[in-house]
């Protein structure tokens, strides 16, 4: 079996490509999750509107091949899709035809009790890393009147 061929982003935006800048990607897609689950509603509204100010500028051009392909390495997705999986209810998978389990589902058991173990034995500013840290710094970054990103 060959491996897929890797491509990279034949993106014009230079600021967002992930490829050129992963620190600033990462720091962006985290402090994404951390304004949506943890920021007030003005912090969303000031990130929401960076976002669009940030997309605006990302369009196709009408010869522009139109291609996806997932980062995320061949083991990776079999995980999400255990993952995935093992949190839907057992009639919705069985009207997906995908199959679990009895293995499959001490196998998720297991998982979840040992990232529930993890997650209480870890102090509260862990937990909640990096998400914390990207918060704090959009706030740094709205206090002073710089962009969101």
């Known amino acids: 079996m060959t491996q897929p061929q890797q491509r990279r982003s034949l993106s014009k935006v230079d600021s ?3 490829f ?3 620190a ?3 720091r962006t897609a985290l402090t994404y999750l ?3 689950t943890m920021g007030t509603d003005a912090e969303r509204a000031a990130y929401r509107r960076g976002v669009n100010r940030a997309h605006a500028q990302v ?3 009408p ?3 139109v291609t996806y392909d997932a980062i995320a390495a061949a083991p990776a997705r ?3 899709r255990f993952v995935t999986t093992g949190f839907l209810p057992p009639h919705f998978r069985a009207e997906m035809h995908l199959t679990w389990t009895s293995a499959d ?3 998720f058991d297991a998982l979840l009790r040992g990232v529930g173990a993890v997650v209480r034995l870890s102090p509260g500013p862990l937990r909640r890393f990096p998400c914390n840290l990207c918060l704090w710094d959009l706030r740094r970054r709205l206090r002073t009147g710089r962009r969101p990103f």
């Open 105 to 107: 589902q001490r196998r």
């Open 63 to 65: 010869d522009s091949p």
């Open 24 to 26: 600033k990607r990462t």
């Open 16 to 18: 967002g490509n992930l």
């Open 59 to 61: 369009h196709s051009a």
């Open 78 to 80: 079999r995980f999400h």
């Open 34 to 36: 951390a304004v949506a």
């Open 20 to 22: 050129r800048h992963p």
